[in-house]
């Protein structure tokens, strides 16, 4: 039998997606040669064993000192809620979750979107106030109409020159029409308008100003890192006249309580790596212990997160070591072979495969079992959800190979709905339901699980920006077509006209995305943190680089992220 008829053909892969899965990290796009690839390494992992070894310089304060310090400003940041109006509240909601403090007052901002949601601004409201509100409710599932930045047009409906000499309200309309959904084309309208006018007077701008319009024009608010830019603005926020000194010493606490707390798990799960690493013996895979956790730790930073964060990291570790055998290493009989066994899941299947491979197998087996007990009686997760995912993602993986082995050179199109996919979106989402509350968790998970609209459109993103990554970088002799490859093939145009209208096709992506937020408002929680996969994307990928692969790219971020403490002001013990 043709073994390539065990998985989907070009065709129906795209009516079948709901049963696919994806891969994480793929280098630049499809898998596998006839025959195993000689002389590719990828680079070593710049970390070691450091986090195993590494011990924190003592804080300032103990722990115990700072937990019971920042509980007292919590309740200084409640008064601040009780006395606010609807319009203080959108400049505290904003600076709450542009300082990632906002998960610790999550009643309050839910009260606090109601009250501004009831209360739209007076006509005298800045374009700054408006454009605030439009944004937090947009992001939050709350629909607002783009007419509310009527009244800042004149008569024939463009925008009025007056508003240019405000750069922060151009500032946070540029940020707010990103959120725009398909057929808005007065948000496209805003974007372009607002991103000229900040373009003109960027180089006059003040600091903390400055360097906010610098980053926003190069990803806009909605479209950044979210944990990336707290690091950001959080040693920013000080120099903002008005600022407010509870919020910033809050800010700065919980950031180095939490950083305590994600050192521990990066303590834990490096040690958990290096015993596979150590034991499977596979030269050839990408050693990425600490990229893994921090692009999980970006998507679930917060404290009690710590079982989807783990997850998602041993997935993402788990997947690429699939993905790299495919991709790097694997003779087509032998990709055929583990795809077998992948399916199969049983440790009878072992025999199945070359003895290279059979030492992974088993632990990719037991590490589900050992996840699947260590769970929490409160989690009701289902694990088969996740074996599910991982199974497709190997069926995309051999798809990939098969593609290779006949020299297929597939359509653009064929490419990126099977790429997409095997990038690991599916199977990240997956991991990432671990995290979601009981009363959704069951919905969420089969949700999920089923591959909807806006798990493919996340991978869709994710994808065509480690392929424009993986093009800029040039391909190494494993690398087949990617989706550049292929669109400049298939449409007879230049890497720069390729790589400019797939950006267009990733726009589209970004508005499915924020459509998603308007839908079932239940499932909200669990569409956010998909979002959140594709806002990690511009971290891993930022300036065409692929840090994950590359992963010196990442080394100064996670630095801040993990090992610096934020430098404090500490109060005398009277207060």
């Known amino acids: 039998m043709d073994r390539s008829l065990v998985s989907p053909t070009p065709a129906s892969w795209n009516k079948a997606r709901a049963h696919t899965g994806s891969t994480c990290m793929a280098p630049s796009g499809i898998a596998a040669s006839p025959e195993k690839k000689l002389g590719f390494e990828f680079e070593p992992s710049p970390w070691g064993d450091f986090f195993i070894e590494y011990e924190p310089k003592p804080l300032q304060r103990s722990e115990e000192w700072m937990m019971t310090r920042a509980d007292k400003l919590k309740e200084d940041v409640h008064m601040?809620?009780?006395?606010?109006?609807?319009?203080?509240?959108?400049?505290?909601?904003?600076?709450?979750?542009?300082?990632?403090?906002?998960?610790?007052?999550?009643?309050?901002?839910?009260?606090?979107?109601?009250?501004?949601?009831?209360?739209?601004?007076?006509?005298?409201?800045?374009?700054?106030?408006?454009?605030?509100?439009?944004?937090?409710?947009?992001?939050?599932?709350?629909?607002?109409?783009?007419?509310?930045?009527?009244?800042?047009?004149?008569?024939?409906?463009?925008?009025?020159?007056?508003?240019?000499?405000?750069?922060?309200?151009?500032?946070?309309?540029?940020?707010?029409?990103?959120?725009?959904?398909?057929?808005?084309?007065?948000?496209?309208?805003?974007?372009?308008?607002?991103?000229?006018?900040?373009?003109?007077?960027?180089?006059?701008?003040?600091?903390?100003?400055?360097?906010?319009?610098?980053?926003?024009?190069?990803?806009?608010?909605?479209?950044s890192c979210k944990r990336v830019e707290t690091l950001h603005y959080i040693s920013e926020y000080g120099e903002e006249e008005g600022h407010n000194p509870v919020l910033l010493e809050l800010a700065k606490l919980d950031f180095n309580l939490l950083q305590h707390v994600h050192l521990k798990e990066l303590k834990a799960i490096t040690e958990w790596w290096k015993n596979i690493y150590d034991h499977i013996g596979l030269s050839y895979i990408r050693d990425r212990v600490v990229e893994s956790y921090t692009w999980a730790y970006v998507i679930y930073y917060e404290r009690c997160f710590e079982l989807p964060r783990i997850i998602i990291a041993k997935m993402m570790l788990l997947i690429t070591i699939l993905d790299d055998t495919y991709d790097t290493h694997g003779t087509i009989e032998e990709c055929r072979k583990l795809y077998e066994a992948v399916q199969r899941w049983d440790e009878s299947a072992v025999s199945l495969l070359p003895e290279y491979l059979k030492k992974f197998y088993i632990k990719l087996l037991r590490t589900f079992k050992n996840i699947e007990g260590e769970m929490p009686v409160d989690i009701n997760y289902d694990i088969g959800h996740l074996k599910k995912a991982v199974q497709n993602n190997v069926t995309g993986y051999l798809q990939e190979a098969e593609w290779s082995h006949k020299n297929y050179k597939p359509r653009f199109i064929d490419q990126v709905n099977l790429t997409s996919l095997t990038i690991g979106a599916p199977t990240i989402c997956v991991s990432m339901m671990a995290g979601m509350s009981d009363t959704i968790m069951k919905q969420a998970l089969k949700w999920t699980a089923d591959v909807p609209d806006v798990v493919v459109a996340a991978g869709k993103i994710v994808r065509l920006m480690n392929d424009i990554a993986a093009f800029e970088r040039g391909k190494c002799n494993n690398d087949v077509a990617s989706s550049v490859d292929c669109y400049i093939n298939e449409y007879s145009v230049t890497s720069d006209v390729a790589i400019a209208r797939i950006g267009a096709l990733m726009e589209d992506e970004w508005r499915t995305l924020n459509q998603a937020r308007f839908g079932n408002r239940v499932l909200?929680?669990?569409?956010?943190?998909?979002?959140?996969?594709?806002?990690?994307?511009?971290?891993i990928y930022d300036n065409r680089n692929d840090a994950y692969t590359a992963s010196k790219h990442l080394q100064k971020t996670i630095e801040g992220l993990f090992i610096k403490p934020m430098q404090m002001s500490i109060p005398s013990v009277s207060k």
């Not at 109006?85 to 606090?112: A, K, M, P, R």
């Not at 084309?185 to 319009?213: C, D, M, T």
């Not at 909200?524 to 511009?538: D, E, G, K, V, Y």
Request: cysteine-free.
């Open 80 to 223: 601040m809620f009780n006395t606010s109006n609807s319009t203080e509240g959108v400049f505290l909601l904003d600076t709450l979750q542009h300082l990632g403090i906002d998960h610790l007052f999550e009643e309050q901002i839910h009260n606090t979107l109601s009250k501004i949601l009831e209360n739209k601004l007076t006509s005298s409201a800045s374009l700054h106030e408006e454009a605030l509100r439009f944004r937090l409710l947009r992001e939050h599932g709350y629909w607002v109409s783009p007419d509310v930045f009527n009244k800042f047009k004149g008569e024939d409906g463009t925008f009025k020159k007056d508003i240019t000499s405000q750069p922060s309200g151009l500032l946070s309309l540029y940020n707010a029409a990103h959120l725009l959904i398909h057929g808005e084309p007065a948000l496209e309208e805003a974007i372009s308008f607002a991103r000229h006018h900040l373009e003109l007077v960027s180089s006059s701008l003040k600091s903390p100003l400055a360097q906010q319009v610098k980053r926003a024009l190069h990803r806009a608010l909605p479209r």
């Open 524 to 539: 909200l929680p669990a569409m956010q943190r998909i979002i959140s996969l594709a806002l990690s994307a511009s971290f």
